[in-house]
């Protein structure tokens, strides 16, 4: 490998950043607001939409993201004439599956307050609405940062699978410039230098927020 040539292959890898933290932010963000009434109606047992989320959560924490990409690029064209664009299909399939996911965070995170708040709650005469915001959700919200904070930097990684569609993300952009400039070992080098810049940041905000976490409760 010469280290040399790396410097030269750069701004045309970087190229594909842009789109690889926007099919990040924007896929945590639908699978957030999906996952958190979600994790509220796996925890109240809802008789006919329980069972549905409890369905749709282990079929796609257990199915490999690249089959939700595949199937959404692929498949619903033939099965049902609906043709996306290869970004849309990515975000769509991620977010199914940052869902599924976030949903188990919040479900942990929420159903590990004591149920003596709730019932302070209900003292206090707070409706349903008003217990969660007030008193549920900001003690909950300390144990859901963190590992929330780790699906990030999952998510960072799972959207290289867009490569395999032609979406012109980082990793993509890297097997483009390996093609042209028959430095595949350079590349892809950099390629990886590339995730670990963009990963290692919440690889450390995760620890950080695990030990106040951690910390919060010691002292309650």
Not at 115 to 144: D, M, N
Request: net charge positive; glycine share 4%.
């Amino acid at each position: 490998m010469e280290l040399s040539a790396i410097p030269a292959l750069i701004p045309a890898v970087l190229r594909g950043v842009p789109i690889t933290i926007e099919i990040t932010v924007v896929t945590f963000v639908l699978g957030t607001l999906l996952a958190l009434p979600f994790a509220v109606v796996r925890i109240e047992r809802t008789r006919w939409l329980s069972p549905i989320v409890g369905a749709w959560v282990e079929f796609f924490l257990i199915t490999p993201p690249l089959v939700h990409v595949l199937w959404v690029y692929y498949v619903l064209p033939i099965a049902f004439g609906i043709r996306l664009s290869d970004v849309t299909a990515v975000v769509l399939a991620l977010t199914a599956s940052t869902s599924a996911q976030m949903t188990e965070i919040f479900r942990a995170a929420l159903q590990s307050i004591p149920p003596t708040q709730r019932e302070a709650g209900i003292v206090l005469s707070l409706s349903p609405f008003q217990r969660f915001r007030y008193v549920i959700f900001p003690q909950a919200k300390r144990l859901f940062m963190a590992p929330a904070t780790s699906a990030i930097a999952s998510l960072v990684k799972e959207t290289a699978i867009a490569a395999v569609i032609g979406v012109p993300e980082l990793l993509n952009r890297g097997e483009i410039v390996a093609t042209e400039t028959y430095r595949s070992l350079e590349s892809f080098t950099l390629v990886a230098v590339i995730y670990f810049i963009l990963i290692y940041p919440f690889v450390l905000l995760g620890g950080v927020l695990e030990r106040r976490s951690r910390a919060g409760f010691s002292r309650a």
